[in-house]
């Protein structure tokens, strides 16, 4: 009976963060609508401590310090973000390497070689080429609309992006794991939230690709963070017990 108590606890506090998550995102894509982006700077950064919350509580603070880590980088570069995109871009280009990097590195552990998912079909070349062909338009878009030293570092947010997808690829290939597809959808919604953020601030302002970008930044953190509170990486004795 105790137990029962125990998890029912655990669980209502787990549902407690999701629901605060929700709001916050509500709130958010709400104020993108019908108020400033500037405004974003209050609701943003408590989405991104929403999360940092849900990890911490989800791991029973056994959690992985270099994702916190990455995750309190994103906190401070959404600050900058909605402060003055243009103005601290360099700092953003680095804290978002800093993240991306630091996600790949968490996510090494996951990445196993070997098996490889049946539906390596055209369909996955042609998502290959479609993520090829989002980075080269960003690419495009750097080297055109952004001048100086902030140009490089835009570019190596850009090619830490590739750095990040390739473990979230192959894990989905791989197919050892039954939320690879949770994983897949964290790294689509970080790749529009890349390429919508440089439209919007260079080449068409919309505050629908505000709210798009809020709602794919968001999810992609969220998504992320579940990936790596809900899956254990599995050691090759239990891949040549279940797999072989």
Sequence with gaps: M???KAHTHFASRLKLFDLLFLLLL???VVIGIV???QDLIYTMPLVVLSIIGKYIYETKRKFKVLFLIALLCILVS???VFTSFKDYL???SLLNTFFLICSALVLKPYVKYGKTRASM???VFISIAFVVYILYTVFNLIITEVYGIEVYFAVLC???MLLFLFPIGKIYLSDYYDTGTILLASGIFSLFQVALSIINEFLYFDSTFTVLIIICH???LYLLTKFLTNTKALKDEALRENYL
């Design 90 to 92: 360099l700092w953003i």
């Design 78 to 80: 959404d600050v900058l």
């Design 26 to 28: 509500v709130v958010s």
């Design 121 to 123: 079909t055209i369909s």
């Design 35 to 37: 108020a400033e982006m």
């Design 158 to 160: 850009e090619l830490s």
């Design 218 to 220: 968001s999810l992609s």
């Design 2 to 4: 105790k137990n029962t």
